[in-house]
């Protein structure tokens, strides 16, 4: 095959993978629920920030990753076993990794300490949807 045949090649591979991603994150968002929302994934090459979109369901929040090909959730957090910690305005360096106007939030979770952001304005409907689990007594039944 000459090049012009594999550049074609290539860039439809570029084509497919932009269009799946953004056919993922569509369908992820127009889900009952869906919120931009980042989390921090520690230190060291594979850590930082990394951008995605939670959704609310009955007991967890479920993140999807945006750059990823998963068809589930990247990260899936108890309410009923998740407490919020710590509540703070991101660095400026840090920002860039969010969405905007985002909200720091530590969240004590039965697997340790998890970071995520979110946006001022979904905030509350996210301390909302925690403080209204059941109480912890219930969880035996």
């Keep these: 095959m000459h090049l ?16 799946t991603f953004l056919y993922r994150r569509r369908r992820i968002l127009i889900l009952r629920g869906a919120i931009e929302m980042s989390v921090h994934r520690g230190r060291g090459l594979r850590g930082g920030w990394v951008l995605g ?30 407490e919020i910690s710590a509540r703070h305005e991101p660095d400026e360096r840090d920002a860039v990794w969010m969405p905007p106007e985002s909200v720091v939030l530590h969240l004590q ?12 304005s979904a905030v509350t409907g996210l ?6 689990a ?4 219930m969880r035996t039944r």
Excluded: C, M, N
């Design 53 to 82: 979109v939670a959704r609310f369901t009955d007991e967890h929040l479920e993140w999807y990753r945006l750059t990823s090909f998963r068809a589930g959730p990247s990260l899936r957090i108890s309410r009923r076993d998740t």
């Design 127 to 132: 301390l909302s949807w925690w403080e209204s």
């Design 4 to 19: 012009a045949g594999w550049l074609i090649v290539l860039v439809a591979l570029v084509v497919i993978a932009v269009g």
């Design 134 to 137: 059941p109480p912890r007594w």
């Design 109 to 120: 979770t039965t697997s340790g300490e998890q970071i995520v952001a979110v946006r001022k």
